[in-house]
């Protein structure tokens, strides 16, 4: 089945000490998205990638980086974990940016520990 | 500023009907989705809605008045399962996509 797949689906880490999250998808989609959503709030949108354009919200801190080395593959790395970080990181895909549903797929999430 | 308002909670009783409201004020339109979010899972894709009127799926329908910035979701027959969160997003003029906290729909039986 095609789809999108995170790893790890826990991480614990050190405060301060570096994470990277991976996201793979199989739908061949364009658009991947990184959202960070803590309890009981909405999903926030860190970064997206139309094919290799990277995308970056003006408010999403400097100590998160992103990376799509191919269009299967998109990183999050957290350079510097503090504990305001702890949260679920959400991988999602869509099918193009702009008009149209373009419906979001998602990745069953990371699950950040910050100790 | 752009704002999406559902209410936090909701109790149904199984086998009945709930209707969670959503409410938006953001910079254009360029639709609405509903989402099931499941307790520590990702969100899946319920509804889409880009005119005004009722989309049925199923057991769920979801309605949508652009005039008002008001949608609602429509859950009939409920089941257990259904117990999740429901977020509710727009897209705005920029094709951005402004979402809800999500209501959280609590079913008894």
């Known amino acids: 089945d095609a789809m999108v797949i995170q790893n790890p689906r826990y991480q614990v880490t050190q405060f301060g000490k570096p994470v990277t999250l991976s996201c793979s998808q199989t739908l061949n989609h364009n658009v991947m998205y990184w959202y960070q959503q803590k309890s009981s709030q909405a999903p926030k949108l860190l970064f997206h990638?139309?094919?290799?354009?990277?995308?970056n919200e003006a408010d999403t801190p400097d100590n998160f980086q992103s990376r799509r080395p191919n269009t299967s593959f998109c990183f999050l790395d957290i350079r510097s974990p503090g504990l305001g970080d702890a949260a679920m990181y959400l991988c999602?895909?869509?099918?193009?940016?702009?008009?149209?549903?373009?419906?979001?797929?998602f990745g069953a999430g990371s699950r950040l520990t910050v100790l | 500023g752009q704002n999406i308002d559902q209410p936090t909670e909701m109790t149904a009783t199984e086998g009945a009907i709930v209707q969670i409201n959503c409410t938006y004020q953001?910079?254009?339109?360029?639709?609405l989705f509903w989402y099931q979010q499941h307790a520590g899972e990702a969100p899946t894709f319920l509804s889409y809605?880009?005119l005004d009127g009722l989309e049925e799926k199923g057991r769920f329908s979801s309605f949508l008045s652009r005039s008002k910035g008001y949608s609602y979701l429509l859950l009939k027959e409920l089941q257990m399962k259904d117990s999740a969160s429901y977020l509710c997003a727009v897209k705005d003029s920029n094709y951005q996509l402004i979402w809800g906290a999500g209501t959280k729909l609590i079913i008894k039986p």
């Open positions: 953001t910079s254009g339109f360029n639709g």
């Open positions: 990638y139309y094919d290799k354009d990277f995308n």
């Open positions: 809605n880009v």
């Open positions: 999602a895909t869509s099918t193009a940016s702009g008009s149209g549903a373009n419906v979001l797929t």
